[in-house]
């Protein structure tokens, strides 16, 4: 019995690892996404925001593979990253401190999965050698530090940012397909 509990205890560590990895990468890809909405204040962050989430929403799909060892598709991601966005929307404002923390480790950790692909450029242009380089970058589970010296600057738009997507309804992926269903049934 000891050495069966002894082989499946990493089985089990490892799965709950690509489980955390999974939550937290669509954690980082739901705050970039609404944070795109700061693009009506200030353009180029939220261009800076929208190429994050691209990344964490990637890198998601790859985990979630990893994790559950099916093909991942874009409805399953945006399903996910909905359910997340909610969360998020239905706890804000009391949680801007903790998503202001969360913003300063999610742009640290797509610093670093960054700094891994550019020093791998010519790799990445082979699917099978460009997942494998993502999938061996630094993980999201960590604590990140922000990776510039400007957080003040930033800080002040994270607020802006989130009070941008409240005014426009909260729109998530999966509320946005929603409505477009509804727009061509009538």
């Known amino acids: 019995m000891r050495k069966i509990i002894l082989i499946l205890l990493p089985l089990f560590f490892n799965s709950s690892l690509a489980i955390a990895d999974t939550n937290q990468a669509n954690r980082c890809s739901a705050i970039f996404m609404i944070m795109t909405s700061v693009q009506t204040t200030n ?33 399953m991601l945006s399903k996910l990253k909905s359910k997340e966005m909610t969360n998020i929307g239905n706890n804000y404002p009391s949680n801007l401190s903790k998503i202001e923390n969360e913003i300063s480790s999610c742009m640290g950790w797509t610093f670093a999965v960054g700094k891994v692909i550019q020093s791998n450029r010519s790799s990445m ?14 993980r999201p589970n960590t604590e990140y530090k922000y990776p510039f010296k ?37």
Not at 125 to 136: D, E, F, P, R, W
Request: glycine fraction near 16%.
């Open 43 to 75: 353009e180029g962050l939220g261009k800076y925001f929208t190429q994050q989430g691209g990344m964490s929403g990637t890198l998601t799909g790859l985990y979630l593979g990893e994790e559950t060892g099916k093909r991942v598709t874009n409805g």
């Open 125 to 138: 242009k082979n699917n099978t050698k460009a997942k494998q380089i993502l999938l061996s970058a630094p």
């Open 150 to 186: 400007d957080y003040g600057t930033i800080k002040p738009f994270i607020k802006v940012g989130f009070d941008n997507w409240i005014s426009m309804g909260k729109m998530t992926p999966q509320l946005f397909k929603d409505k477009l269903r509804k727009g061509l049934k009538k």
